[in-house]
Antibody
Framework: EVQLVESGGGLVQPGGSLRLSCAASGFTFSSYAMSWVRQAPGKGLEWVSAISGSGGSTYYADSVKGRFTISRDNSKNTLYLQMNSLRAEDTAVYYC????????????WGKGTTVTVSS | EIVMTQSPATLSVSPGERATLSCRASQSVSSNLAWYQQKPGQAPRLLIYGASTRATGIPARFSGSGSGTEFTLTISSLQSEDFAVYYCQQYNNWPPGITFGQGTRLEIK
C-alpha cells in the first residue's frame, strides 16, 4: 500500500524553526517528485514547495522562498521541509504529496502534520 | 501566476441530484487540470486529472470536462459521502508552480 506519513509539527514561536518529515512506503520513492502543500485553518490549499525525484531540482512558493528548504533522502525514503524564520501566517496543516513529475497532479497525500506559530 | 477561480463558493444540492462545479483559469492551462475532494479533517483525495481522467478507484458518477480556461466537475447522482469541499488545481504553468482554486463547498440541501 502506498503511504505517506508526516511528522515533526508542533507549536513554535515566531522567528523559530521546525523540520517536518514525510516517510514514504509502498512505491519506489526516488522515482517520484514530492511536494509540500499547506492549509491554514479554515482556508484552502496552498502549494509550498516541490522537489524532483533525484533531489536535484527544487521549487518554492514566493511566500516561503528564502525561509524554507525542501530536501529528500532517497536511501531513507523520506522527504523533509526545514522551516526557518517562522511567522504566524505559516500556521497550517502541512501535507506531503506524491506526483509522477515535478509539475503534475498529486495522486497520493499524507494525513498532514499541524504547525502552529504563536508566542 | 495563474489564478484559478471556482464557482459557486457553496453549492446546495439534494442527494440523488446532479451537481455541477466550475473552475476558471486566468490563462490557458490546456488540459493540465486536476480536481480534488476534501472531507473535514482529512487530506485531499485526487478525483480527476488531465481535466477528464478519473483517478484510480473513483466512481463513474464523477466526471470532468473542459480545456483551456473553463472546466467543470460533474457528480451525476449525489451520494451522502460526496458532500465535501472540492478544489481544482492547474499544473500547466511551471515554474513558478502549482495553483489551486479557493474551493467549492458542496452541502446537503
Amino acid at each position: 500500500e502506498v503511504q505517506l506519513v508526516e511528522s515533526g509539527g508542533g507549536l513554535v514561536q515566531p522567528g523559530g524553526s521546525l523540520r517536518l518529515s514525510c516517510a514514504a512506503s509502498g512505491f519506489t520513492f526516488s522515482s517520484y517528485a514530492m511536494s509540500w502543500v499547506r492549509q491554514a485553518p479554515g482556508k484552502g490549499l496552498e502549494w509550498v514547495s516541490a522537489i524532483s525525484g533525484s533531489g536535484g531540482s527544487t521549487y518554492y512558493a514566493d511566500s516561503v522562498k528564502g525561509r524554507f528548504t525542501i530536501s529528500r533522502d532517497n536511501s531513507k525514503n523520506t522527504l523533509y521541509l526545514q522551516m526557518n524564520s517562522l511567522r504566524a501566517e505559516d500556521t497550517a496543516v502541512y501535507y506531503c504529496a506524491k506526483s509522477w513529475r515535478i509539475s503534475a497532479y498529486m495522486d497520493v497525500w499524507g494525513k498532514g502534520t499541524t504547525v502552529t506559530v504563536s508566542s | 501566476e495563474i489564478v484559478m477561480t471556482q464557482s459557486p463558493a457553496t453549492l446546495s444540492v439534494s442527494p440523488g441530484e446532479r451537481a455541477t462545479l466550475s473552475c476558471r483559469a486566468s490563462q490557458s492551462v490546456s488540459s493540465n487540470l486536476a480536481w480534488y475532494q476534501q472531507k473535514p479533517g482529512q487530506a485531499p483525495r485526487l478525483l480527476i486529472y488531465g481535466a477528464s481522467t478519473r483517478a484510480t478507484g473513483i466512481p463513474a458518477r464523477f466526471s470532468g470536462s473542459g480545456s483551456g480556461t473553463e472546466f467543470t466537475l460533474t457528480i451525476s447522482s449525489l451520494q451522502s459521502e460526496d458532500f465535501a469541499v472540492y478544489y481544482c488545481q492547474q499544473y500547466n504553468n511551471w515554474p513558478p508552480g502549482i495553483t489551486f482554486g479557493q474551493g467549492t463547498r458542496l452541502e446537503i440541501k
